[in-house]
T-cell receptor
Framework: GAVVSQHPSWVICKSGTSVKIECRSL??????MFWYRQFPKQSLMLMAT?????????EQGVEKDKFLINHASLTLSTLTVTSAHPEDSSFYIC???????????FGPGTRLTVT | DAKTTQPNSMESNEEEPVHLPCNHS???????IHWYRQLPSQGPEYVIH???SNVNNRMASLAIAEDRKSSTLILHRATLRDAAVYYC????????????FGTGTKLQVIP
């Protein structure tokens, strides 16, 4: 149980375009989802915390207008990278927390390459 | 969140035990000690967590010092599939319980 999926697993887009990444909790309801970004050979950096039905809370230094997060249901959160640039190329990982539970379960990640 | 300190890298021979250390001298009374690992090009995977007592599960054991200022993740028999970056993380019991990652220890398993 407690499986989190991400779609797509990888995506290549052109500079200036927007790309949407989906994060789904497959077998549980996630009241809270988290989005991370990881550059090569670096650790994961938390971008934002998303609660179902409310606005996401962004970490300091993360542009909320550039990284749009929507958590419309208890099983789906989306991250949209708007007007993507090559420096946005990274590994994006989501995680989900079961309502009332302590643990976070991570998705497999999405590799974004902006050309 | 309180900070943790881990060695950047460690090596182990296959089928031998591995002890991965973590220092967390500023840990507070309500902080849980969590370990996650990340295999190459994958999302992190939960390994184990504890508060005060040593913990065992099917993946590993967690030994927590009596003063809680350090802990050790123990893999009883390292396999090649255990080669990953291991993160020791402190999480308090309140708020959104977000997981903040440090630099972790890259474990290399030698056949």
């Amino acid at each position: 149980g407690a499986v989190v999926s991400q779609h797509p697993s990888w995506v290549i887009c052109k500079s200036g375009t927007s790309v949407k990444i989906e994060c789904r909790s497959l077998d549980f309801q996630a009241t809270t989802m988290f989005w991370y970004r990881q550059f090569p050979k670096q650790s994961l950096m938390l971008m934002a915390t998303s609660n179902e039905g409310s606005k996401a809370t962004y970490e300091q230094g993360v542009e909320k207008d550039k990284f749009l997060i929507n958590h419309a249901s208890l099983t789906l959160s989306t991250l949209t990278v708007t007007s993507a640039h090559p420096e946005d190329s990274s590994f994006y990982i989501c995680s989900a927390r079961l309502a009332g539970a302590y643990e976070q379960y991570f998705g497999p990640g999405t590799r974004l390459t902006v050309t | 969140d309180a900070k943790t300190t881990q060695p950047n890298s460690m090596e182990s021979n296959e089928e031998e035990p591995v002890h991965l250390p973590c220092n967390h001298s500023t840990i507070s009374g309500t902080d849980y000690i969590h370990w996650y690992r990340q295999l190459p090009s994958q999302g992190p995977e939960y390994v184990i967590h504890g508060l005060t007592s040593n913990v065992n599960n099917r993946m590993a054991s967690l030994a927590i010092a009596e003063d809680r200022k350090s802990s050790t993740l123990i893999l009883h028999r390292a396999t090649l599939r255990d080669a990953a970056v291991y993160y020791c993380i402190l999480r308090d019991s309140g708020g959104y319980q977000k997981v903040t990652f440090g630099t972790g220890t890259k474990l290399q398993v030698i056949p």
